[in-house]
């Protein structure tokens, strides 16, 4: 497999599948292996399940479910004696997604980190990559990540773009620039947001409203929550399919946190104890929305990179967006 970095890229997932078999006998048969002598699953795969191609073998498939019922990965056939099982079925159009950087960073760094997410997902999604609109500079002598020197590495992959932030934080007093994030304890209290507003306005000029799905990392992912917030003030649905959130993305500002949870289907994939807002995140998250599902790595506060769990969550996480989108699938010939 492809690498950038030594990070290695897994390959991208295939086409869309409708079962259309096995209607008389309650779904088609799923077996664990490709050979026909593998060991059958005790439940079938339900006739009208749509499915997310893994590989393809002579006349043998592997899938992810996407809707429907049965074992949710396996090995079917795509006909029996000459009867389909399976018919091929595609996207109407391409799934928009946002993407949104954290703190400090830029779009430059945000198509580097989701590089991995990217190549899965295949050519199905249209990417729209955004850089806040607040202004960020370095506090020297500072360890706090959001306040720290960026490292060669981190300039290198920005190229020529300015790092910059959605919101800022006050910045730290004599005697405590060295303190907090890598260099300290993290604390939760008294964090206080500034210049949020010119960021909402941001938002709201933006193609924001435009996209099916956010993919946002750390600050990227609380100011769409607090963007969220502001519209739903305002009485206006929240547009997106599904958010996913890598590191961060919790309300630490009280004047900004949610009286309410909000509508919008989230993914919340966190470094753990590796992760410095990992298990903050793990305890927040669920108070902020109304449907979310958790995922762990060991890779930090970053997008996972180690493999197999990368692989695994990348998968997850393409399903979930396809998932999203089942009103948009249709006949493959039609596809635009």
């Avoid at 000459?82 to 996207?91: D, G, T, V």
């Avoid at 099916?212 to 929240?238: C, H, N």
């Avoid at 989230?266 to 599902?293: F, S």
């Amino acid at each position: 497999a492809p690498s950038i970095l030594g990070f290695t890229i897994p390959a991208a997932m295939g086409k869309l599948w409708e079962v259309i078999g096995g209607a008389d006998k309650g779904g088609i048969l799923v077996r664990r292996g490709c050979e026909l002598s593998s060991p059958a699953e005790d439940e079938r795969l339900s006739t009208g399940a749509f499915l997310l191609e893994q590989e393809i073998l002579g006349e043998r498939l592997r899938y992810l479910r996407l809707s429907g019922t049965g074992p949710p990965t396996g090995w079917v056939s795509l006909r029996v004696k000459e009867k389909p099982m399976l018919q091929a079925r595609a996207l109407s159009r391409k799934l928009r997604v946002l993407a949104l950087h954290g703190a400090p960073s830029n779009s430059n760094v945000m198509k580097f980190q989701s590089a991995a997410l990217r190549k899965v997902a295949g050519e199905d999604f249209e990417w729209i990559f955004l850089d806040g609109p607040c202004e960020w500079q370095p506090v020297p002598g500072a360890t706090q990540m959001n306040f720290a020197e960026r490292t060669a590495m981190e300039k290198a992959i920005a190229k020529e773009k300015p790092f910059v932030q959605w919101y800022s934080h006050p910045l730290p007093k004599d005697g405590e620039a060295a303190g907090g994030g890598a260099g300290g304890p993290m604390t939760f209290d008294g964090v206080i947001y500034e210049k949020v507003q010119a960021s909402v306005d941001f938002l709201e000029k933006s193609l924001a409203a435009d996209a099916d799905v956010v993919v946002a990392f750390s600050q990227g992912g609380t100011m769409l929550a607090i963007y969220m917030d502001e519209m739903r003030k305002a009485l206006r649905p929240v547009q997106w399919r599904l958010g996913v959130f890598f590191c961060g993305a919790m309300i630490d500002d009280e004047d900004f946190q949610l009286l309410d949870k909000l509508p919008l289907p989230a993914l919340y994939i966190h470094g753990g104890d590796t992760d410095p807002w990992g298990r903050h995140g793990e305890k927040m998250l669920p108070k902020m929305y109304t449907e979310l599902e958790m995922l762990e790595h060991s890779d930090g506060h970053s997008f996972p990179s180690a493999q197999p769990r990368a692989g695994e969550i990348y998968q997850r996480v393409i399903c979930r967006m396809y998932a999203s989108a089942m009103d948009l699938i249709g006949d493959a010939s039609s596809k635009k």
